[in-house]
Protein backbone atom coordinates (compact mmCIF):
# COMPACT_ATOMS: atom_id res chain seq x y z
CA UNK A 1 0.00 0.00 0.00
CA UNK A 2 1.51 3.63 -1.08
CA UNK A 3 1.90 5.44 1.68
CA UNK A 4 -0.25 9.16 1.92
CA UNK A 5 2.79 11.45 1.98
CA UNK A 6 1.61 14.42 -0.11
CA UNK A 7 -1.44 14.36 1.96
CA UNK A 8 1.00 14.52 5.37
CA UNK A 9 3.00 16.81 3.70
CA UNK A 10 0.15 19.45 3.12
CA UNK A 11 -1.25 19.03 6.00
CA UNK A 12 2.45 19.98 7.77
CA UNK A 13 2.40 23.03 5.60
CA UNK A 14 -0.76 24.58 6.43
CA UNK A 15 0.19 24.04 10.27
CA UNK A 16 3.46 25.64 9.75
CA UNK A 17 0.95 28.67 8.04
CA UNK A 18 -1.16 29.09 11.53
CA UNK A 19 2.05 28.69 13.91
CA UNK A 20 3.70 31.29 12.12
CA UNK A 21 1.10 33.66 11.80
CA UNK A 22 0.03 33.32 15.39
CA UNK A 23 3.75 33.83 15.98
CA UNK A 24 3.68 36.68 13.64
CA UNK A 25 0.27 38.58 15.66
CA UNK A 26 2.21 38.11 18.92
CA UNK A 27 5.46 39.67 17.64
CA UNK A 28 2.93 42.74 16.69
CA UNK A 29 0.94 42.94 19.87
CA UNK A 30 4.30 42.95 21.74
CA UNK A 31 6.19 45.54 19.72
CA UNK A 32 3.02 47.95 19.41
CA UNK A 33 3.95 51.63 21.12
CA UNK A 34 2.18 52.04 24.23
CA UNK A 35 -1.15 53.95 24.15
CA UNK A 36 -0.89 58.04 25.76
CA UNK A 37 -2.45 56.99 28.60
CA UNK A 38 -0.35 54.75 29.07
CA UNK A 39 2.95 56.94 28.28
CA UNK A 40 1.53 59.64 30.50
CA UNK A 41 1.68 57.34 33.74
CA UNK A 42 4.80 56.45 33.40
CA UNK A 43 6.24 60.03 32.69
CA UNK A 44 4.07 61.00 35.83
CA UNK A 45 5.63 58.38 38.01
CA UNK A 46 9.08 59.48 37.08
CA UNK A 47 8.33 63.25 37.17
CA UNK A 48 8.86 65.57 39.87
CA UNK A 49 6.91 68.61 38.77
CA UNK A 50 5.10 70.45 36.24
CA UNK A 51 4.19 68.85 33.20
CA UNK A 52 1.55 69.95 30.45
CA UNK A 53 -0.58 67.30 31.13
CA UNK A 54 -4.72 66.66 29.52
CA UNK A 55 -6.10 68.10 32.76
CA UNK A 56 -3.57 71.23 32.64
CA UNK A 57 -4.17 71.79 28.62
CA UNK A 58 -8.10 71.52 29.66
CA UNK A 59 -7.52 74.12 32.74
CA UNK A 60 -5.69 76.62 30.55
CA UNK A 61 -8.47 75.66 27.56
CA UNK A 62 -11.54 76.89 30.52
CA UNK A 63 -9.35 79.90 31.53
CA UNK A 64 -10.03 81.19 27.89
CA UNK A 65 -13.49 81.48 27.90
CA UNK B 1 11.41 74.98 31.32
CA UNK B 2 8.00 76.56 32.45
CA UNK B 3 8.18 78.67 35.32
CA UNK B 4 4.67 78.92 37.97
CA UNK B 5 3.26 82.23 38.71
CA UNK B 6 -0.34 83.03 39.61
CA UNK B 7 -2.39 86.08 38.43
CA UNK B 8 -4.90 88.21 39.91
CA UNK B 9 -7.52 88.94 37.81
CA UNK B 10 -9.14 91.99 39.77
CA UNK B 11 -11.84 92.66 36.98
CA UNK B 12 -13.00 89.14 37.60
CA UNK B 13 -12.84 88.48 41.24
CA UNK B 14 -16.54 88.52 42.79
CA UNK B 15 -14.93 87.77 46.18
CA UNK B 16 -16.51 84.03 46.94
CA UNK B 17 -13.49 82.89 48.88
CA UNK B 18 -13.89 79.64 46.51
CA UNK B 19 -9.49 79.73 46.37
CA UNK B 20 -9.61 79.99 50.05
CA UNK B 21 -11.56 76.94 51.04
CA UNK B 22 -10.19 75.06 47.65
CA UNK B 23 -6.67 75.71 49.32
CA UNK B 24 -7.72 75.27 52.90
CA UNK B 25 -9.84 71.71 51.67
CA UNK B 26 -7.32 70.39 49.54
CA UNK B 27 -4.26 70.78 52.20
CA UNK B 28 -6.31 70.15 54.96
CA UNK B 29 -4.07 73.78 56.43
CA UNK B 30 -4.43 73.65 60.42
CA UNK B 31 -6.78 75.83 62.24
CA UNK B 32 -5.34 79.35 62.64
CA UNK B 33 -3.32 79.72 59.18
CA UNK B 34 -4.67 81.28 55.89
CA UNK B 35 -2.67 79.84 52.94
CA UNK B 36 -4.56 82.18 50.79
CA UNK B 37 -7.30 85.16 51.46
CA UNK B 38 -9.01 87.36 49.51
CA UNK B 39 -8.40 91.17 50.23
CA UNK B 40 -10.86 93.45 48.91
CA UNK B 41 -10.10 97.54 48.35
CA UNK B 42 -12.52 100.30 48.09
CA UNK B 43 -14.86 98.29 49.65
CA UNK B 44 -18.55 99.39 49.24
CA UNK B 45 -17.37 102.11 46.72
CA UNK B 46 -19.56 101.78 43.68
CA UNK B 47 -17.61 101.21 40.58
CA UNK B 48 -14.37 101.62 42.57
CA UNK B 49 -14.59 98.01 44.71
CA UNK B 50 -11.97 95.52 43.55
CA UNK B 51 -11.09 92.18 45.29
CA UNK B 52 -7.84 90.12 44.68
CA UNK B 53 -6.76 86.93 45.69
CA UNK B 54 -3.73 86.88 47.80
CA UNK B 55 -0.68 84.14 48.90
CA UNK B 56 2.44 83.55 48.42
CA UNK B 57 3.47 85.08 44.63
CA UNK B 58 6.77 82.43 44.16
CA UNK B 59 8.88 85.98 44.08
CA UNK B 60 11.30 85.43 41.07
CA UNK B 61 13.70 87.08 43.60
CA UNK B 62 11.91 86.44 46.74
CA UNK B 63 12.75 88.58 49.80
CA UNK B 64 11.77 85.32 52.36
CA UNK B 65 14.77 83.67 50.78
CA UNK B 66 16.97 86.13 51.22
CA UNK B 67 16.74 87.08 54.85
CA UNK B 68 16.01 83.46 56.11
CA UNK B 69 18.69 82.66 58.84
CA UNK B 70 18.83 78.88 58.45
CA UNK B 71 18.54 79.45 54.88
CA UNK B 72 15.74 76.61 54.53
CA UNK B 73 14.16 78.18 51.50
CA UNK B 74 14.45 76.55 47.88
CA UNK B 75 13.38 76.76 44.55
CA UNK B 76 12.22 74.21 42.28
CA UNK B 77 12.53 73.87 38.73
CA UNK B 78 9.43 75.27 37.93
CA UNK B 79 10.25 78.23 40.13
CA UNK B 80 8.46 77.42 42.90
CA UNK B 81 9.40 78.90 46.27
CA UNK B 82 9.15 76.16 48.98
CA UNK B 83 10.83 75.82 52.36
CA UNK B 84 11.99 72.88 54.51
CA UNK B 85 10.00 72.59 57.75
CA UNK B 86 12.79 70.76 59.05
CA UNK B 87 15.15 73.29 59.03
CA UNK B 88 12.63 76.31 60.63
CA UNK B 89 12.90 77.42 63.55
CA UNK B 90 10.02 79.78 63.46
CA UNK B 91 11.69 82.86 63.83
CA UNK B 92 9.42 85.34 61.64
CA UNK B 93 12.02 87.20 59.57
CA UNK B 94 10.08 85.61 56.43
CA UNK B 95 6.80 87.68 57.58
CA UNK B 96 8.57 90.56 58.27
CA UNK B 97 9.91 90.54 54.29
CA UNK B 98 7.15 89.22 52.43
CA UNK B 99 5.21 92.32 51.01
CA UNK B 100 2.14 89.85 50.67
CA UNK B 101 2.06 88.66 53.98
CA UNK B 102 2.34 85.29 52.86
CA UNK B 103 3.88 83.49 55.43
CA UNK B 104 1.64 82.07 58.29
CA UNK B 105 2.62 80.77 61.61
CA UNK B 106 0.70 78.52 63.33
CA UNK B 107 0.33 79.24 67.49
CA UNK B 108 2.57 76.81 68.99
CA UNK B 109 2.38 77.10 72.54
CA UNK B 110 1.25 79.67 75.31
CA UNK B 111 3.32 83.16 75.01
CA UNK B 112 2.64 83.15 71.51
CA UNK B 113 5.09 80.64 70.78
CA UNK B 114 5.50 80.48 67.13
CA UNK B 115 5.67 77.16 64.87
CA UNK B 116 7.21 76.63 62.00
CA UNK B 117 6.36 78.80 59.04
CA UNK B 118 3.13 77.42 56.65
CA UNK B 119 2.53 79.62 53.26
CA UNK B 120 1.26 78.62 49.99
CA UNK B 121 3.73 75.47 48.26
CA UNK B 122 1.42 76.20 44.62
CA UNK B 123 0.29 72.88 45.00
CA UNK B 124 3.92 71.23 44.48
CA UNK B 125 4.83 69.55 48.22
CA UNK B 126 8.08 69.69 49.76
CA UNK B 127 11.30 68.39 49.90
CA UNK B 128 10.26 64.81 50.94
CA UNK B 129 9.13 62.12 48.80
CA UNK B 130 6.20 62.68 46.37
CA UNK B 131 2.77 62.00 47.03
CA UNK B 132 4.26 60.47 50.51
CA UNK B 133 2.11 60.73 53.88
CA UNK B 134 4.97 63.03 55.37
CA UNK B 135 4.32 65.28 52.68
CA UNK B 136 1.07 65.32 52.74
CA UNK B 137 1.22 65.88 56.38
CA UNK B 138 4.05 68.94 56.42
CA UNK B 139 3.10 70.70 53.23
CA UNK B 140 -0.36 69.75 51.91
CA UNK B 141 -1.20 67.60 48.51
CA UNK B 142 1.16 67.47 45.49
CA UNK B 143 -1.03 68.39 42.85
CA UNK B 144 2.04 69.32 40.57
CA UNK B 145 3.40 65.81 40.83
CA UNK B 146 -0.16 64.84 40.25
CA UNK B 147 0.65 66.30 36.86
CA UNK B 148 -2.58 69.33 37.66
CA UNK B 149 -2.47 73.04 38.87
CA UNK B 150 -3.10 74.66 42.14
CA UNK B 151 -6.46 73.71 43.74
CA UNK B 152 -7.43 77.35 43.68
CA UNK B 153 -6.43 78.41 40.49
CA UNK B 154 -8.31 75.20 39.03
CA UNK B 155 -11.79 76.34 41.14
CA UNK B 156 -11.87 79.59 40.80
CA UNK B 157 -15.45 79.63 39.07
CA UNK B 158 -14.96 83.11 37.08
CA UNK B 159 -10.79 82.20 36.43
CA UNK B 160 -9.88 85.25 38.03
CA UNK B 161 -7.14 83.36 39.40
CA UNK B 162 -4.80 82.43 37.00
CA UNK B 163 -2.16 79.73 37.65
CA UNK B 164 0.18 77.49 35.48
CA UNK B 165 3.21 78.42 33.64
CA UNK B 166 3.78 82.24 33.04
CA UNK B 167 3.71 82.02 29.18
CA UNK B 168 0.30 80.87 29.36
CA UNK B 169 -1.33 82.94 32.18
CA UNK B 170 0.41 86.00 30.28
CA UNK B 171 -0.98 84.92 27.11
CA UNK B 172 -4.42 84.16 28.34
CA UNK B 173 -4.65 87.42 30.48
CA UNK B 174 -3.27 89.67 27.42
CA UNK B 175 -5.91 88.26 25.02
CA UNK B 176 -8.54 89.27 28.04
CA UNK B 177 -6.77 92.59 28.22
CA UNK B 178 -7.37 93.39 24.55
CA UNK B 179 -10.84 91.99 24.35
CA UNK B 180 -12.12 94.28 26.94
CA UNK B 181 -10.44 97.02 24.95
CA UNK B 182 -8.99 99.00 28.19
CA UNK B 183 -5.70 99.10 30.40
CA UNK B 184 -4.75 96.29 32.67
CA UNK B 185 -6.36 96.49 36.14
CA UNK B 186 -3.62 93.74 37.39
CA UNK B 187 -2.58 94.43 40.54
CA UNK B 188 1.27 95.48 40.59
CA UNK B 189 1.40 96.14 36.96
CA UNK B 190 1.94 99.97 37.99
CA UNK B 191 5.11 99.33 39.81
CA UNK B 192 6.42 96.70 37.90
CA UNK B 193 5.67 98.97 34.41
CA UNK B 194 5.13 102.78 35.71
CA UNK B 195 1.93 104.49 34.85
CA UNK B 196 0.03 105.15 32.05
CA UNK B 197 1.79 101.92 30.29
CA UNK B 198 -0.96 99.97 30.59
CA UNK B 199 -1.60 97.14 27.84
CA UNK B 200 -4.51 96.69 25.44
CA UNK B 201 -4.79 100.60 24.97
CA UNK B 202 -6.80 101.42 21.72
CA UNK B 203 -5.50 103.42 19.32
CA UNK B 204 -6.70 107.47 20.00
CA UNK B 205 -9.17 108.16 17.49
CA UNK B 206 -7.91 109.52 14.43
CA UNK B 207 -4.49 108.51 15.14
Not at chain 1, 14 to 29: D, E, F, K, M
Request: aromatic share 8%; with cysteine; proline share 5%.
Amino acid sequence: MEKPTRRLSRRNFIRSLGAGGAAAAAALVANRPGKDSTTENAAARNSRGYRESAHVRNYYRTAKV
Amino acid sequence: MARMKFLVDAERCIECNGCVTACKNENEVPWGVNRRRVVTVNDGVVGAEKSISVACMHCSDAPCMAVCPVDCFYRTEDGVVLHDKDLCIGCGYCFYACPFGAPQFPQAGAFGLRGKMDKCTFCAGGPEKDRSESEFKKYGRNRLAEGKLPACAEMCSTKALLGGDGDVVADIYRERVVRRGKGSEVWGWGTAYGPGKAGGQPPAKGA
